[in-house]
């Protein structure tokens, strides 16, 4: 069965702090897609990244940084020198190959909450 | 306009009411969908619709019957609901070409109230 966890409920540092948010998942599916996304609290949730399952290269944009794994199925996200802008819930999701409507499967959020 | 847009963004109404959501995306995608997210409860996936046509619904309550008249728009009709059913409403849409592949692309959603 297809499964996304975040253990991490709610997270707080402190300006300038690294933070990690963890994400693991489960699919029998050798082609799946990961995602993160952003949950502002606007509402919308604003897509970060894609990976897919062929590609376990790293990726850092700024100061965001991403690290898939395979091994331990799972896909962490790093904000590194973080902001108050950053406070927010962190969605990570799952995409299976063998859909073909595209359907997400969320984990339950991370908040992040960044104090000045 | 830009992106995904949906109105109203907060709706309160009674049990016995009838309302509608409307979800409208501006990107030129053609797959739509309806989510629910409730407090401390991941996002739930209600409907998904792909060329206007219904391709999932995920065990969702008859009160809610979602329409989708268009590639363009999508709507949510509202009846009967129970206080559980408070929420927010989620719209996204996406490129059905690639699939899985392709992430989605969410409104502000629609925060429902059901007294």
């Known amino acids: 069965a297809q499964k996304v966890t975040q253990a991490q409920t709610e997270i707080s540092v402190v300006e300038k702090e690294d933070v990690t948010l963890d994400c693991v998942y489960e699919t029998r599916d050798t082609t799946y897609y990961l995602f993160w996304y952003k949950q502002p609290p606007s509402g919308e949730l604003v897509f970060l990244i894609r990976r897919n399952s062929f590609d376990e290269q790293n990726e850092i944009s700024g100061r965001y940084s991403w690290n898939f794994q395979k091994s331990t199925s799972s896909f962490n996200f790093t904000i590194t020198a973080s902001q108050v802008v950053d406070s927010a819930v962190y969605f990570c999701a799952l995409s299976e190959g063998s859909s073909n409507t595209g359907k997400l499967i969320f984990g339950q959020g991370t908040t992040l909450q960044v104090k000045p | 306009e830009t992106g995904v847009t949906q109105t109203p963004r907060h709706l309160v109404m009674g049990m016995t009411n009838k309302k509608s959501l409307k979800c409208e995306q501006h990107l030129g995608h053609n797959a739509m969908y309806w989510y629910k997210q409730s407090a401390k409860k991941p996002l739930e996936l209600m409907f998904v619709y792909s060329l206007e046509e219904r391709v999932e619904n995920n065990s969702v309550p008859s009160r809610f019957s979602p329409e989708c008249p268009n590639s363009s728009h999508l709507f949510l009709h509202l009846h009967t609901l129970q206080p559980e059913d408070s929420a927010l409403y989620l719209c996204?849409?996406?490129?059905?070409?690639?699939?899985?592949?392709?992430?989605?692309?969410f409104g502000p959603g629609t925060r429902l109230t059901v007294l």
């Open positions: 996204a849409s996406s490129q059905t070409s690639g699939g899985a592949y392709n992430e989605q692309f």
